[in-house]
């Protein structure tokens, strides 16, 4: 049975632990100021919307989000573990702020600009960067943009590119991949010194330990929940995870080709994938095969 973390045993990309460390304000603003290039005055963090159950979800999100002087929503989630569909996911996010923002009485012209940062513990893209950045351009000419407020950033503990981003960036992306121990070393690094010193006081905080109890036992009682409601899902992981462990034999995995696969939703489908994975010689015989496979789909 695998053990539980106490708090004593997470690090800055454990969920409960990045969420405690940036609703401090003040760690919330140098973060934002290191990702977005320039100075920010204010940073007000909304601490009631840090933990939510949500449909989407079906379960605990734990994220944050935040507002500074210039009216520019945020929000901020740390992703351990690849998942599909992050760009829809992003598109939520913006939906979101914008709508609450409509609610409380805002009109079209004077909506907030919003911002959805993903720091990523994976490359999402394959593209080894450190940082994706995306907005609203013109296929036809990227130099007409469409100025509609949205910015969407992936943070990508796993890039290559050090000579082309800010060194305190990749400082903090280096911190942030770092294990227990590694993660207490010296990175050279105001903001990473900052953000050491509060897990230093959030360890020792009785009341944090309360809360991250009360953390952990939401998500057991959400796992339980999803092994009598959601069996299936349980099944279709298991069975894409499968896929994977079997392809690993063959050969490194392309990050196009695990994209596929991660994009499939049916048992039926991974099944099948299964199948073929078992029985194929090499990686380019697993893709041949899963191309023919998903083309007779869709006759």
């Excluded at 950045?133 to 943070?155: A, Q, R």
């Excluded at 942030?176 to 010296?186: F, H, K, N, W, Y």
């Excluded at 006081?201 to 009598?228: C, H, N, P, V």
Aim: charged share 35%.
């Amino acid at each position: 049975m695998k053990k539980r973390k106490t708090l004593q045993d997470l690090t800055i990309k454990d969920n409960f632990l990045f969420g405690a460390v940036m609703s401090v304000e003040e760690n919330c603003k140098g973060f934002l100021e290191m990702v977005l290039g320039f100075s920010i005055a204010q940073v007000v963090v909304s601490k009631e919307k840090s933990i939510v159950y949500h449909p989407e979800y079906k379960g605990v999100r734990l994220d944050i989000y935040a507002e500074d002087e210039n009216h520019t929503h945020y929000n901020v989630e740390m992703q351990v573990k690849k998942k599909s569909a992050l760009g829809k996911r992003s598109r939520y996010y913006h939906s979101q702020m914008v709508m609450e923002a409509l609610a409380s009485g805002e009109v079209y012209e004077t909506l907030p600009d919003t911002v959805v940062i993903f720091v990523c513990d994976f490359d999402p893209f394959g593209e080894r960067l450190y940082c994706y950045t995306f907005g609203n351009e013109c296929k036809e000419n990227k130099n007409v943009k469409l100025d509609d407020g949205s910015c969407t950033i992936f943070l990508s503990t796993k890039g290559e590119n050090e000579e082309k981003v800010p060194q305190e960036l990749v400082r903090f992306l280096k911190f942030v991949t770092a294990d227990l121990g590694e993660s207490e070393m010296d990175f050279q690094d105001e903001l990473v010194k900052q953000f050491q010193e509060t897990i230093h006081s959030i360890k020792t905080d009785r009341e944090m330990g309360e809360r991250y109890m009360i953390f952990e036992e939401m998500l057991r009682e959400e796992k339980q929940e999803g092994r009598l409601e959601g069996r299936i899902e349980g099944r279709i992981e298991a069975t894409r995870e499968a896929i994977l462990e079997l392809l690993e034999d063959l050969g490194e995995i392309s990050e196009k080709l695990q994209d596929r696969i991660a994009g499939l939703e049916t048992l039926e489908d991974l099944k099948a994938l299964h199948k073929l994975a078992a029985r194929a010689a090499s990686l380019q015989a697993f893709e041949e095969d899963m191309e023919r496979y998903l083309q007779s789909k869709e006759k």
